[in-house]
């Protein structure tokens, strides 16, 4: 195969863990005889720094004829003035509608070798293998929002937004997902205060009757918080609106051991060259401005979205589970970087550890 990929390194340590996961790569294709090219492009904080915005036209058009993108992270205190008029994060929610991307499937699934690295007591992490169906397109995040002065203060108003159209597809794409695993779809909302909840509810439960073979459940998203450090081996596949699910996988992050082990993929209707759709893989975390730059980042969240970039974008569903087959091993290996190190386990750096996943694919 040879295909053409664009990479949004970003901010913070973006730049390290991107560049961990196109070593990665390059192992990939020696080793299946696959043409990777990779160009890349500015998004997010240093977007602005050098252009004066956050998603610059080039970006998107390369982004718009790539097979798939992968993205690092974007953000940090230097641009994170709550007055300014243009921010980091508004280049990733602009490359997300660009693309048509409305839908972010988030896997939680905890190694057993790193079971000590979590904070959740070992009998509630067994059977953990939970995958978060998130809307990207709606709600609060993309919203009418404004300020105005009223009784000689400033009000600040955002806008929470959805369509059954947009409740319909990212739900469709939630249950055909679970009927691969468990079949049991839970529905995310907070329909006893929302309206837009109320249409959530509404819209899921019909299109839950066209999936008679799969499970389905609703539960508040309070209850949901507190399920996922009581009971998260009871979910399968959860699906919900944009800021629940946003705030929801982080949360579900540290089940894993880690915010650095877990990827995502941000899918669409769009198809590429090769007949399967345009993807943007990142990882879940932040840029991480606290250690950017010291060699000391978790690649594993990256190098596992470029697993599901090669799964879902180009069909390699034999590589990708070689990747993930790398990350695997090295882990029962005994391989930590130093978010995962415990009891007096060496830490490896970036690079070291990348270079082990290199050599196990």
């Not at 996988?249 to 899918?267: F, H, K, Q, W, Y």
């Not at 974008?313 to 290996?333: C, Q, Y």
């Not at 391989?335 to 415990?342: F, N, V």
């Amino acid at each position: 195969m040879k295909t053409k990929l664009v990479l949004l390194p970003g901010d913070g340590i973006g730049p390290e863990v991107v560049g961990a996961a196109v070593k990665v790569l390059r192992a990939v294709g020696q080793r299946y005889g696959h043409t990777f090219e990779t160009e890349t492009h500015l998004m997010g904080g240093c977007a602005i720094d050098a252009f004066g915005v956050p998603l610059p036209e080039e970006t998107l058009g390369a982004c718009l004829q790539a097979d798939a993108v992968l993205l690092g992270a974007v953000g940090g205190p230097k641009w994170d003035d709550p007055t300014a008029k243009v921010r980091p994060e508004q280049g990733l929610l602009g490359v997300r509608k660009g693309l048509g991307l409305f839908a972010n499937l988030r896997p939680v699934k905890l190694h057993p070798d790193l079971v000590d690295s979590s904070p959740l007591r070992r009998e509630r992490l067994e059977g953990v293998d939970l995958l978060v169906v998130r809307e990207l397109t709606g709600g609060l995040y993309f919203g009418p929002k404004e300020r105005r002065e009223v009784n000689g203060e400033v009000q600040a108003i955002d806008t929470m937004v959805y369509a059954e159209h947009e409740i319909r597809r990212v739900t469709h794409l939630a249950f055909q997902a679970a009927r691969g695993r468990r079949k049991k779809v839970t529905s995310v909302d907070k329909a006893n205060i929302l309206e837009t909840s109320r249409l959530w509810r509404q819209t899921v439960a019909e299109v839950s009757k066209q999936y008679p073979d799969v499970q389905y459940e609703n539960i508040l998203v309070d209850a949901a918080a507190m399920y996922l450090v009581t009971r998260p081996a009871s979910f399968d596949v959860m699906v919900t609106e944009n800021m629940f699910g946003d705030i929801l996988t982080d949360e579900a992050s540290v089940l894993s051991g880690s915010m650095g082990n877990l990827p995502s993929a941000s899918l669409g209707d769009g198809l590429n060259g090769h007949g399967h759709p345009r993807g943007l893989y990142e990882p879940i975390h932040g840029s991480a401005p606290d250690i950017a730059g010291k060699g000391i980042a978790n690649p594993i969240g990256t190098i596992l979205s470029l697993a599901m970039l090669l799964r879902h974008s180009l069909g390699l569903e034999t590589e990708a589970r070689a990747v993930e087959n790398a990350v695997d091993t090295a882990i029962r290996e005994g391989h930590r970087t130093a978010d995962l190190a415990r009891n007096g386990e060496k830490a490896l750096s970036t690079e070291d550890i990348t270079e082990i996943f290199v050599s196990r694919i």
